[in-house]
């Protein structure tokens, strides 16, 4: 059996033709650039995070520099957030010249330690850009609070959560804005790169959308320097398709990370993420993600394995659950602060002693919708036999 780590093709054989009708309704428009299906997934979206407006645009990652120009973010600045994620959280505040401060993470949620927000505030920190890594919603009551007594924005990272909650509310509606990447592998994912920047600020929505199209308020009248940063029709149309689903997809995933946790809790040597359940949060499980804390399970595939294997624990773990047919992957085997372009920063190993772990030891397992039960079952059962003693 050979089971990916994610996979489109079950999703395409549900809602292919309904994609298929709505791709060919574009084409024939001859309206490929903006248009009616723009604007229905921009009220659409907006509508799913509760928020006054959504900005659609090219990808996550221009959502993120879009929302940091937007709020005046600029060179001098410093803007507190984790090394715990993809490169492009931080790229983004670098690319508007404004410095990234890191805080560690905890280490059952791989979220940022609040606790560590305060200490990082210099008189150059201008906002708080948490990310909610995984689908894990961070505590956005605590953020908003440490933010207004210091009086900064917060740009919430929630590129991998789509249809998280924090206390009822879906990320992306509790920060000055909210970045979103429709990346395919995502939970609400295009066929291509796409992303989205959501607020409340009228103003800001307006500077968001103008800068998205060259700093242009209207067509030839350029008022500031912008980007060429459109979601395209054609795009658009996959995601009015797709996210009518969206709650119907995470309670598939949710079902199955419940399986994983409740299967798996009798190994010790594996560190189960934490589903924050209960009334407080919804977690979207974009990835399952695991630690692999022991290696005392290193003999019983050593006796077995014909391959010459990594020495890290993690590293063999993978290497056998591959030749088992499981494919998985590692987000994130480097720390974006301990990233070679990042040097300049200062930043050393063992600056952020739980990141730094945590990356040495996490392992995403196979999630999407149509994982099937077979499948499940042959993932938990063969993960079993690998820690069996």
């Given amino acids: 059996m050979q089971i990916p780590p994610f996979s489109l ?51 996550g990652t221009d959502a993120l520099i879009l929302a940091l120009r937007s709020l005046g973010i600029g060179q001098g600045d410093e803007v507190i957030t984790s090394s715990f994620s993809f490169f492009a959280t931080a790229e983004a505040i670098t690319s508007v010249g404004a410095t990234p401060v890191f805080v560690d993470i905890d280490s059952k949620t791989y979220l940022m330690d609040l606790s560590l927000i305060e200490k990082a505030i210099t008189p150059k920190t201008k906002a708080i850009l948490p990310v909610h890594l995984f689908g ?3 505590d956005m009551d605590q953020i908003m609070a440490i933010a207004e007594l210091n009086k900064l924005k917060v740009i919430e990272d929630c590129a991998q959560a789509a249809g998280s909650y924090w206390r009822g509310k879906p990320v992306g ?3 000055d804005v909210g970045c979103f990447s429709f990346f395919p592998t995502k939970n609400l994912g295009a066929a291509g790169d796409g992303g989205a920047v959501t607020t409340n600020d009228l103003n800001l929505a307006q500077t968001i959308r103008q800068l998205a199209i060259h700093g242009m308020p209207k067509r030839y009248f350029h008022t500031n320097i912008g980007y060429n940063s459109r979601l395209d029709s054609l795009q658009a149309a996959i995601l ?15 079902e199955i ?16 993420p934490s589903d924050n359940l209960t009334n407080t949060s919804v977690h979207s499980w974009n990835q399952f993600v695991i630690r692999i ?5 290193i003999k019983n595939i050593k006796a077995n394995s014909e391959y010459v294997l990594d020495n890290q624990s993690r590293d063999l773990f993978r290497t056998e659950l591959q030749r088992l047919g499981i494919n998985t992957i590692i987000y994130y085997p480097i720390p974006i602060h301990l990233q070679p372009i990042y040097k300049e920063l200062g930043y050393e190993e063992g600056s952020l002693p739980v990141t730094e772990k945590v990356c040495n030891q ?18 938990i059962d063969k993960i079993k036999e690998i820690f069996k003693k």
């Fill in 240 to 254: 009015n398709v797709k996210l009518n689903r969206l709650n119907k997809w995470i309670k598939q995933r949710k």
């Fill in 173 to 175: 509606s509790y920060g």
């Fill in 257 to 272: 990370a419940l399986n994983y946790i409740n299967k798996l809790s009798e190994i010790e040597s594996i560190r189960l």
């Fill in 362 to 379: 996490v392992i995403s397992l196979p999630i999407f919708p149509e994982l099937n039960a077979i499948q499940q079952s042959y993932i």
């Fill in 9 to 59: 093709e079950a999703q395409i054989s549900e809602i292919g033709e309904e994609i298929e009708e709505a791709l060919i309704k574009v084409f024939r428009s001859g309206k490929y650039i903006g248009g009616e299906e723009v604007i229905s997934f921009e009220k659409a979206f907006a509508s799913e995070i509760q928020t006054s407006y959504s900005v659609s645009c090219n990808s």
């Fill in 293 to 297: 804390v022991d290696n005392s399970f």
């Fill in 136 to 138: 894990h919603p961070l």
